[in-house]
């Protein structure tokens, strides 16, 4: 049996550091085999740098997946050179800088895919999430059946539909981009584990992570505005899978730490 950990979107200075905190202890404890999470506004709430990158993998995150704010931050271009466990979206044109999935290796020698793809409906019209899917779930079969996707995308009915679409097909799927977690974690009928939103890691007192006065000042005024990053108390949103080596979700718990400054 297998446990791994998806982190829910980690934002900014906060985020990280609650990840630094309770991140070692969950894995000892739970017996946590692999840690994935999603690190599109780990460096500052917008993209992710060479830093942070470094921060987040020796914290102890085995891969780290992104989504529409993958370019924000112009360093990302370097760091995808590098450094093979940080993925962008799978369904970016070819020949775009880094790759869309890439597969880790626990320390018990189990191979494990894990898969970027951002939606389409309300983001950038990239290619089709669910070609993209098929064409990434093909590929990685050929090393492992265990196959975790990171579909990052705004409507639920599409993070829906992809669950249904590849059920039977990976091990889960599971939604971030929202900020807000979702309370219908289940096990699909052929065996996928789905979340629609896995929550963020970040700032409680918040908008999306966001400074609230910032946030509700742009919708009052419709003016631009520099977002920041909130303070005060911090949460830590995520789950727990347990699959087997058919690549077969038995369980999925979500869990969740606060930390009050």
């Known amino acids: 049996m297998l446990r791994i950990f998806f982190i829910g979107d980690i934002v900014g200075r906060p985020g990280r550091r609650i990840v630094k905190t309770y991140l070692p202890e969950l894995i000892r404890t739970e017996n946590i085999d692999l840690v994935i999470a999603n690190g599109e506004n780990s460096a500052g709430g917008f993209g992710i740098n060479r830093e942070v990158c470094q921060e987040l993998l020796t914290s102890g ?22 450094e093979k466990r940080l993925i962008r979206p799978a369904n970016y044109p070819g020949g775009t800088p880094g790759e869309g999935y890439y597969i880790a290796e ?3 020698g189990v191979r494990v895919g894990v898969v ?11 290619a ?8 990434c779930i093909a590929d990685i079969k050929k090393k492992t059946n265990i196959i975790i996707i990171d579909f990052h995308a705004e409507a639920t009915s599409e993070k829906v539909a992809l669950g249904w679409y590849t059920d039977g097909k990976v091990t889960a799927v599971l939604g971030t981009h929202t900020h807000i977690t979702t309370a219908d974690e289940r096990i699909l009928p052929k065996g996928t584990g ?3 939103d896995v929550g963020m890691t970040g700032p409680i007192n918040s908008i999306l992570g966001i400074d609230p006065d910032i946030v509700i000042k742009k919708f009052l005024t419709h003016l631009p505005a520099r977002f920041e990053v909130a303070g005060g108390p911090i949460e830590f949103n995520g789950v727990i899978l347990e699959v087997d080596e058919a690549g077969t979700t038995t369980s999925i718990r979500r869990v969740r730490k606060t930390i009050i400054n």
């Open 61 to 82: 995150v085995d891969v780290i997946t992104m989504g529409n704010h993958t370019w924000d931050n112009k360093e990302i271009y370097q760091v995808l050179e590098y």
């Open 194 to 196: 789905y979340i629609t």
């Open 116 to 126: 970027n793809i951002l939606g389409q409906v309300f983001l950038d019209p990239l």
């Open 106 to 108: 626990t320390q018990k």
């Open 128 to 135: 089709c999430p669910f070609q993209t899917a098929s064409e």
